[in-house]
């Protein structure tokens, strides 16, 4: 099976096939760094970031741009109210969201352009709109000038949204700006007011309107026409229908190939919203789960449905990341502690090849992390089950059991990133090691203080003991 991706534009779901051979271009739209992000923006970030890493699997080089909104209302209010520049509010949060997308895993873009660094390539965008027709400007009261899109002047506007502009003219609020001559027409451009960040541009100071920065920052890393772009569904309209009406009006070609949209993350059945104040923090749920938890939640489902957000469904999903580190831990432990064996493990590479068939097959088919995560769990259950056989003594691995179910197992981590498999060095191994031997043997001289230390130390970094009839295990900590 080739792989495919619900492509919003078509409503239908095809394969995809990249502009240009052995690159995939990827746009999601990023945070708006005005405060901490919330779990319901973490599933954008994490589901797009296993299918970047799809991509990247499978053989793509991806390059993988998610802005930073650095200027908008909000944070302009924020600012104010902190007393601090927007300067200063962006870069305290956008070091915020490297904590909290760092700790889930989430890869950084290879590129994470911000507005306000893009304003000549945001009023180059804006000018070439108005030469071809597609803007227009307004003095204000204040003396400068705002610049509109005016959606009539664009016939496909609502295609990605299938939405007619009558419908939507119909169902639009009539704002207070008469000046704009159709209630959807939208700011790309607006006069700078007192009291707030304002740069130089052809209609006096001023600063862009939200949807232009995607527009101008997609164009400048990815070209005129890119592969993917992505976002939350509530970004469908107006945000995504406007990017593609000012994209394409300006450089006169398709903007996107594959729209993609998560669905929503609820609560209590409703969206998950910083202006409905349900909303937890990412800081926050990591705090009280631990962040492989968070990734697993939500790739346990596809990224299309939408999912509730509560305390069971993080509870299972701890449970079940309990369950993947510790197959780990065990795979790892016997494969330390086993002397080579000689048992047929052909049975066992025949299913380890099946699961590893419906693995691809789950991701080919619009990247259903919910059926891989199912395969996943398959796998674990077949490896506990040779292991367990072993240490009853029923048989004796050979090494190439353990080099099978390792590569399986850290190929479908580094994919869905939900076991934390780290490439901990010889060094720091040994060095456990080491410290568990010393802990032996002052156990052994009765020396408690001695072995209590040598734990608490081997805790604080992170590796947790456990004594079994078999000797001494560890593992890494996962919170
Ligand atoms: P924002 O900072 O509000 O622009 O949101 C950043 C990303 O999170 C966008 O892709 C939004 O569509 C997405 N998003 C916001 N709220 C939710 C939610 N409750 N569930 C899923 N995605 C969301
Ligand atoms: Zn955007």
């Known amino acids: 099976m080739s792989f495919t991706l619900y492509n919003d534009l078509t409503r239908s779901k095809e394969r995809f096939v990249p502009i240009r051979e052995g690159h995939v271009s990827f746009y999601s739209c990023g945070p708006t760094v005005y405060d901490y992000f919330h779990v319901g923006n973490a599933r954008p970030f994490i589901v797009f970031d296993v299918l970047r890493r799809y991509l990247e699997h499978i053989g ?10 650095d200027i908008d209302d909000k944070m302009i209010n924020r600012a104010n109210d902190e007393g601090i520049t927007v300067g200063e509010l962006s870069e305290r949060f956008i070091a915020e969201y490297y904590r909290d997308a760092d700790a889930l895993g989430i890869r950084r873009p290879t590129v994470a352009p911000k507005a306000t660094d893009h304003m000549a390539e945001i009023i180059d965008i804006v000018s070439k709109i108005m030469e071809k027709g597609h803007a227009y400007e307004v003095e204000t009261a204040g003396g400068g000038k705002d610049v509109y899109f005016d959606v009539r002047s664009y016939a496909p506007y609502g295609r990605l949204s299938k939405q007619s502009l009558d419908e939507l003219e119909a169902g639009a609020r009539v704002e207070v700006e008469e000046a704009k001559r159709n209630p959807l027409d939208f700011a790309l451009w607006k006069a ?23 527009s ?27 990017e593609v009406a000012q994209s394409e009006a300006a450089a006169g070609k ?15 059945k409703e969206k998950m919203s910083k202006s409905l104040g349900n909303f937890m923090t990412a800081r926050a749920a990591r705090e009280a789960y631990p962040p492989l938890a968070i990734r697993l939640f939500m790739l346990s489902a596809h990224y ?23 197959c780990w831990a065990d795979l790892m432990y016997a494969k330390e502690t086993t002397c080579a064996g000689d048992a047929g493990i052909s049975p066992f590479l025949k299913e380890l090849d099946a699961l590893d068939k419906r693995f691809y097959e789950a991701m080919d088919d619009d990247f259903n992390t919910a059926a891989a995560v199912g ?8 490896v506990n089950t040779w292991l367990k056989d072993s240490r009853d003594g029923k048989i004796t691995l050979p090494a190439s059991f353990f ?32 410290m568990i031997e010393e802990r032996n043997v002052a156990r052994k001289a009765k020396n408690f203080s001695r072995s209590d230390e040598i734990r608490d130390l ?5 590796i947790v003991l456990e004594d079994t009839p078999q000797g001494t295990k560890w593992k890494r900590k996962i919170y």
């Open 192 to 214: 700078g007011k007192p009291g707030e960040p304002s740069w130089e541009s052809p209609w006096g100071k001023g600063r862009p309107g939200w949807h232009i920065e995607c």
């Open 403 to 434: 080099d099978a179910a390792e590569k399986e197992l850290r190929k479908l981590d580094d994919i869905l990133g939900v076991i934390g498999i780290e490439d901990s060095t010889d060094e720091d191994v040994g060095e456990i090691d080491r």
């Open 254 to 268: 398709p903007f996107v190939n594959f729209w993609l949209h998560n669905g929503f993350l609820l609560i209590d």
């Open 304 to 326: 299309r449905t939408q999912i509730n957000f509560a305390p069971d469904g993080l509870e299972q999903a701890a449970g079940g990341v309990t369950r993947l580190r510790n």
């Open 375 to 382: 395969v996943l769990f398959e796998l674990v259950k077949l």
């Open 216 to 242: 101008a920052m997609a164009s400048k890393y990815l070209g005129d026409t890119i592969d993917i772009h992505s976002g939350g569904v509530d970004l469908t309209f107006p945000h995504h229908e406007n």
């Open 60 to 69: 793509y080089e991806v390059t993988f741009v998610q802005n930073f909104t």
């Open 458 to 462: 081997l805790l604080a970094r992170g």
